[in-house]
């Protein structure tokens, strides 16, 4: 049987947009054996241009949508609380987006390029996973914060993961993920490059534009998109599945740290490295 998958986003821009393109073009391509059950998309029409763009690409694939507008509804709200991170105003409107999506039963549900911190009721309805921009056991943060964490601490290997999404942020158990080192011929110079300067000065001195930085971010992000593809492939085959109780087991149903699909990952990216 062909795999069910919901896709959330805020479709905001090109990585939104990309992501779902790529996933589409692997089922089509049958490279996944999976469908995109409905895409549920936090921005209305006429928000963006970028978000009009990304309806329009979901219109031309005839996937379901559903699109709520967040800050429409929160601008509804007299005096919101902005103060907590899920306030009564945020459950209930979690509420009214599972009500829009009662008539879907997808097997594993997919944040790609949502901006929404996943509240409780929805993390109870469906199985989701989501990006994180470290290996197991690596930072936390954004990727942005788990750079300059790397860089702080001298570390040897970076990595991806998909993990459970809980409403606790980063915090599920990891699904799947790819390592990568940060060390040898194309890093080794740029790490002599920052010998003897502290993060704090480099941030002062270059930010986001210094070598170092870029090169780490440039190799995991061009592992994200194919992390993405690989773990719904590995889903629709039964290689890894999400208990009820939300912990990660294999095909023979042995929980698991994580599904390692390294291999598969340097393979796709290959052609791409730096």
């Given amino acids: 049987m062909t795999y069910p998958i919901g896709w959330f986003s805020t479709g905001r821009g090109a990585g939104s947009y990309g992501l779902l393109r790529a996933v589409q073009s692997a089922i089509e391509a049958g490279e996944i054996d999976a469908r995109i ?3 549920y998309c936090a921005r209305d029409r006429g928000e963006t241009e970028a978000t009009d763009r990304y309806l329009d690409l979901v219109n031309s694939y ?5 699109s709520y507008s967040y800050q429409k509804f929160r601008s509804a709200r007299p005096n919101p609380d902005l ?3 899920l306030p009564q105003w945020r459950l209930d409107y979690d509420r ?3 009500r829009r999506l009662e008539p879907y039963s997808p097997e594993l549900c997919v944040l790609a390029g949502f901006m929404l911190l996943s509240g409780p009721e929805v993390c109870e309805r469906f199985k989701i996973i989501n990006l994180h921009p470290a290996a197991p056991g690596g930072p936390a943060g954004t990727w942005q914060q788990v750079i300059w964490k790397l860089i ?3 570390a040897d290997t970076q990595g991806i993961k998909m993990h459970v999404a809980i409403p606790e942020m980063d915090a599920g158990p990891t699904v799947t993920y790819c390592t990568f080192p940060i060390r040898g011929p194309v890093f080794d110079p740029l790490w002599r490059g920052i010998s003897g300067r502290t993060v704090a000065r480099i941030q002062a001195e270059e930010g986001v534009e210094n ?3 870029k090169t780490i971010r440039a190799h995991g992000a061009m592992r994200e998109t194919p992390l993405i593809v690989a773990t719904l492939q590995a889903f629709s085959r039964g ?5 009820d109780d939300r912990q990660v087991v294999d095909a023979a149903g042995r929980g698991i740290p994580g599904y390692d699909l390294t291999p598969q990952i ?3 990216v290959r052609d791409k490295l730096l």
Avoid at 62 to 66: M, Q
Avoid at 239 to 243: G, L, N, P, Q, S
């Fill in 266 to 268: 340097d393979a796709a």
């Fill in 239 to 243: 290689e890894v599945h999400i208990t």
């Fill in 62 to 66: 005839g996937i379901p949508l559903v």
């Fill in 96 to 98: 009214e987006v599972l």
């Fill in 83 to 85: 103060s907590q991170p």
């Fill in 211 to 213: 070598a170092l930085f």
């Fill in 37 to 39: 059950e409905f895409v």
């Fill in 152 to 154: 702080e601490t001298g």
